[in-house]
């Protein structure tokens, strides 16, 4: 294998479209003695910021919430990160754009994993709206919802670099493709309509995007095997795939390992971000297997219906409090509504007099105001699904144990 080979290419100061990597909407505040560099700033704004300290009590594949052993979404950023970073520094990318994005990468997914996105899009097209998918609510979170303080203690969005927004939202990694290039040009962020629709538009975006992949497929089946979700039949299945690739068996430490060195090894600017032919489809292999024996699994069904109802329950709740007449009234619904649902009516009024320009008089509050006068109920409802989006599964659970008071 032969280092650096991507090293020419990585995003930094040399790199030709250097300018539109590290553009910003607005300038950022700078201190004279701060060292970092534009990505470093990106990767402590998104650590610091409250959707990343939510991860930890969000869904990756099992709702376990009081079992310490299985996979959060943040662990698995965390995987994510791990595995990115060790495959950008031996090709010679540029590390901190790297771990930036991995950092990033999921901020939106909604609470309890797979099954709360599906709910949401299910109330989307309620409402004429597409689908919801968390690489795109990633950057409605990152561009709109999610505030920091600056040296002014006002609290503003977090106003990434470009590299960094666009390698979130190009991020999605259930494409099965082999072979991973940039895209030559710089686009309008919010002309993606789908997931995968485009690639990144720098090679570190394209390893995060493999990465993805590589850092979910292992632990989800370790996590499968500690709860009992699957059995013996299900092991055997998969000592037949090991078997048939000469790997002694699949965890998450075989896979990371081979499949990062397969990549570190294959990869080239004219071959693109690729595993080995034999290790692609050992990949797909495992991915066909989670999907059959795991994601799609009946023992999800009493979860699945679960995760409806509390989902629906609170997006309903909420909705109720929309005046069509009126909608400044709506704020004084939500008023009334806290007598029976202090912590929705509240946490809910609060969020809405952020984003908004009804009582949004706060001189200290300095971020867009995406809601408006929340003219329409399609904006309301986009309100409650960004708040919702937003939570994690011990608060939704709260919030739907106060709705069962009543």
């Known amino acids: 294998m032969t280092r650096n080979l991507f090293s020419r290419y990585a995003s930094d100061d040399n790199n030709p479209d250097w300018e539109n990597h590290i553009e910003r909407e607005t300038q950022l505040y700078h201190r004279k003695s701060d060292i970092r560099s534009e990505y470093e700033r990106d990767y402590t704004r998104i650590l610091h910021s409250l959707a990343y300290r939510r991860l930890k009590h969000k869904t990756q594949v099992f709702f376990n919430i009081d079992n310490d052993h299985i996979c959060t979404r943040m662990e698995h950023v965390q995987h994510v990160e791990s595995v ?95 072979g991973i290039f940039p895209r030559k ?50 092991i055997d299945e998969l000592a037949k795939i090991s078997q048939k690739y000469g790997v002694e068996t699949i965890n998450t430490t075989v896979i990371i390992h081979n499949f990062i060195t397969s990549i570190c090894g294959n990869s080239s600017p004219q071959q693109g971000i690729r595993l080995s032919d034999k290790y692609n489809k050992m990949l797909k292999e495992i991915k066909d297997f989670n999907y059959t024996a795991i994601y799609n699994n009946e023992k999800f069904k009493v979860y699945r219906d679960y995760v409806a109802l509390v989902i629906r329950s609170i997006f309903n709740t909420l909705m109720k409090t929309y005046d069509v007449c009126n909608p400044y009234k709506s704020l004084d619904n939500i008023d009334c509504m806290k007598e029976a649902y202090p912590m929705l009516a509240g946490d809910f009024y609060k969020h809405i007099k952020v984003y908004s320009n009804i009582q949004g008089d706060n001189e200290k509050y300095k971020n867009k105001k995406i809601y408006g006068n929340i003219e329409t109920k399609e904006i309301y409802a986009q309100a409650i699904i960004d708040y919702i989006s937003g939570m994690t599964d011990r608060y939704a659970v709260e919030i739907f144990n106060e709705l069962l008071k009543y």
């Open 84 to 178: 990115s970073c060790t495959i950008a520094k031996f090709l010679g990318l540029n590390v901190d754009l790297t771990r930036a994005i991995a950092m990033g990468h999921d901020l939106g997914h909604a609470p309890f994993g797979h099954e709360g996105e599906v709910e949401l899009t299910r109330i989307r097209k309620d409402f004429g709206m597409d689908r919801f998918w968390h690489e795109r609510n990633s950057l409605r979170i990152i561009d709109n919802i999610e505030l920091l303080e600056d040296d002014k203690s006002e609290l503003k969005n977090l106003d990434l670099t470009y590299a960094v927004r666009d390698g979130i939202i190009s991020h999605c990694g259930e494409v099965d493709e082999n």
């Open 185 to 234: 040009e710089k686009i309008d962020l919010d002309t993606f309509c789908e997931p995968g629709q485009f690639q990144a538009y720098t090679w570190e975006g394209c390893v995060v995007k493999v990465s993805d992949k590589i850092a979910y497929l292992g632990r989800d089946i370790e996590d499968a095997v500690r709860i009992n979700f699957i059995g013996e039949k299900e």
